[in-house]
């Protein structure tokens, strides 16, 4: 362990508080017109899977919790669990879907994934920056429509709504930013 200032978390970092621990879901610095910044954390206790929110001064110092982050490689959904498989041990790892959160519909079949690991326990899984899907429906382009400022829904093979360019059509791959909430990026180069 080691204390670092509430502005040095990350989403993912594992702290302690008050003799538990909390993994970081959201960590955002929050800088008002006057007064101190302060940064304000989205916490998950780890014992009881409780979300809580804190907030701290910028300077303020948190004891941070270092842990265990391996590869994993993601093999299938099954309820509310999520199975991975170490990629050197081949060993399977069964993690609670709301570790996962809302990214858990990005998975694709065989997407390798990083998960933290406190004493062997799960405590949060990062996806890849972007993925590739393949559009499965979308709305005919309107002939007058500009391609600099105007998007059109598009519904992508995990049944996600992604806005994409006009020139985009069912069947095209396309390039997903699901780091910021699943973004269109560009066209799959495949």
């Keep these: 362990m ?8 990350r989403k993912g970092n594992v702290v302690e508080i008050n003799g538990k621990l909390f993994a970081v879901l959201t960590a955002q610095n929050i800088q008002p017109g ?7 954390l989205d916490l998950r206790d780890l014992a009881t899977g409780l979300k809580t929110t804190e907030r701290y001064r910028t ?17 299938f959904t099954e309820g509310d669990t999520i199975t991975f498989m170490d990629i ?15 990214q858990a519909v990005w998975l694709q079949d065989g997407m390798h994934v990083e998960i933290a690991l406190y004493e062997g326990r799960p405590v949060s899984v ?4 972007t993925v590739v899907m393949e559009i499965t429906e979308t709305e005919p382009t309107v002939k007058g429509q500009t391609a600099s400022s105007s998007y059109k829904p598009a519904i992508v093979s995990n049944g996600q709504r992604v806005m994409v ?7 095209v791959r396309i390039v997903i930013n699901i780091q910021e909430g699943g973004v269109y990026m560009e066209r799959a180069k495949d």
């Design 126 to 129: 990062t996806l890849p920056q």
């Design 88 to 102: 050197e041990t081949y060993e399977q790892i069964p993690v609670p879907a709301d570790v996962v959160g809302d």
């Design 59 to 75: 300077t303020e110092s948190v004891e941070r919790v270092f842990i265990d982050t391996r590869e994993f490689q993601y093999l």
């Design 165 to 171: 360019p006009p020139h985009i059509t069912a069947g």
């Design 2 to 9: 080691a204390k670092v200032n509430a502005n040095q978390l």
């Design 34 to 40: 006057k007064g101190t910044p302060v940064t304000q």
